[in-house]
């Protein structure tokens, strides 16, 4: 269970302070340029979340349960969307 919290954790602290800079960035009217590594940040750590997430559990505290692997494979797959839907939010602004 630590490791998948740690994990979790470092994750949600990334997305969290590039989602901020991002805001800032966007109330300060800056180039769309200058929100890259921000954006590029948000996207990698989507992408690392979903896939070691499943792979932590599978690893490290197998499931016992189909319901159990269930749900780890929708928190997997909702880490990766929703950066997906904001992203595409974004876009549309």
Known sequence: MGVSTLLVLCM?????????MLRLLG???????SMRLHR???ATVAVLEAGTYPYMAWRYETPVSVVAWALILSRALAAHCSQSISRWRDRCR
């Open 12 to 20: 949600d602290v990334a997305m969290l302070y590039a989602a901020s």
């Open 27 to 33: 109330m300060r009217r800056a180039e769309p340029r």
């Open 40 to 42: 590029g940040v948000m």
